[in-house]
């Protein structure tokens, strides 16, 4: 690029920037609004969140697909571009071995750590195990190269709701320095080795859900520094909040 060249895009960037920091303002405020007039009154129409994933919306898979069991693939710390990065990028739409069934918005209970949304999770699992008598089971696989033992012994339990969580996308926000593509990239390669792994192992006509807990936000100030961190999560912008929960089977 020529110097007017650069000076040009430096200018367009400087407005991009303004106008995401106006956007993510305007969401934080209408989000913390909602969610407060959410907890006034319960009867109010509301978003999805990753406590309707195992009743209100496995119901209504399980109803339309007559699949009396679901396989829950949590990806810790997927955002929604992320996810339209992978779905293009991975062997879930490049194998031809899945189909998507819908794609969902959910929004990430405040504030949008991993804790926050688990415990909310697995209460909704337990209380439909008490009130509707379905089994559920969780497995955490911490990293893109820990074992998937007991995710793939998970497989063979007889029970309806099978929630197996893989923390390597949360581990790369917190530990990544890059820039958002070469972790979008570097994420991509552990899909393929981890999660694909395990999805290989399920059978044919398998009812698939792959969703996530919270997103991630990029620290635009960031300057290379040694104890800085270039991503984190825990607030209220679009980016950490808007997540995406997928129906799929497996064909």
């Given at each position: 690029l020529?110097?007017?060249?650069?000076?040009?895009?430096y200018r367009k960037k400087r407005t991009m920037d303004t106008l995401l920091k106006t956007w993510a303002k305007a969401f934080h405020e209408f989000y913390l609004r909602t969610m407060e007039n959410m907890e006034q009154d319960k009867r109010k129409k509301r978003p999805m969140h990753i406590n309707d994933v195992p009743n209100a919306l496995f119901q209504r898979f399980k109803k339309a697909s007559g699949k009396d069991t679901g396989y829950f693939i949590l990806l810790d710390g997927m955002r929604w571009d992320l996810w339209e990065y992978i779905k293009e990028n991975t062997f879930i739409t490049q194998s031809l071995n899945y189909r998507i069934l819908e794609e969902v918005p959910l929004w990430a209970l405040h504030p949008?750590?991993?804790?926050?949304?688990?415990?909310?999770?697995?209460?909704?699992?337990?209380?439909?195990?008490m009130?509707?008598?379905?089994?559920?089971?969780?497995?955490?696989?911490?990293?893109?190269?820990?074992?998937?033992?007991?995710?793939?012994?998970?497989?063979?339990?007889?029970?309806?709701?099978?929630?197996?969580?893989?923390?390597?996308?949360?581990?790369?926000?917190?530990?990544?320095?890059?820039?958002?593509?070469t972790l979008f990239r570097e994420i991509c390669v552990n899909m393929e080795v981890s999660v694909k792994s395990?999805?290989?192992?399920?059978?044919?006509?398998?009812?698939?859900?792959?969703?996530?807990?919270?997103?991630?936000?990029?620290?635009?100030?960031?300057?290379?520094?040694?104890?800085?961190?270039?991503?984190?999560?825990?607030?209220?912008?679009?980016?950490?909040?808007?997540?995406?929960?997928v129906a799929m089977l497996k064909i």
């Open positions: 020529g110097l007017l060249d650069e000076i040009h895009f949008t750590t991993t804790e926050v949304q688990i415990r909310s999770l697995l209460d909704s699992a337990l209380q439909l195990d009130v509707a008598d379905v089994e559920s089971s969780y497995t955490t696989i911490k990293g893109a190269e820990s074992s998937l033992t007991n995710a793939y012994q998970e497989i063979e339990l007889d029970n309806c709701i099978k929630i197996v969580k893989f923390g390597f996308i949360d581990n790369k926000v917190h530990q990544s320095k890059d820039d958002l593509v395990y999805m290989d192992r399920l059978p044919k006509g398998s009812l698939i859900f792959l969703f996530s807990d919270h997103g991630f936000l990029e620290n635009m100030q960031y300057k290379g520094h040694q104890d800085e961190s270039r991503y984190f999560h825990g607030g209220a912008s679009p980016w950490e909040v808007i997540v995406p929960f």
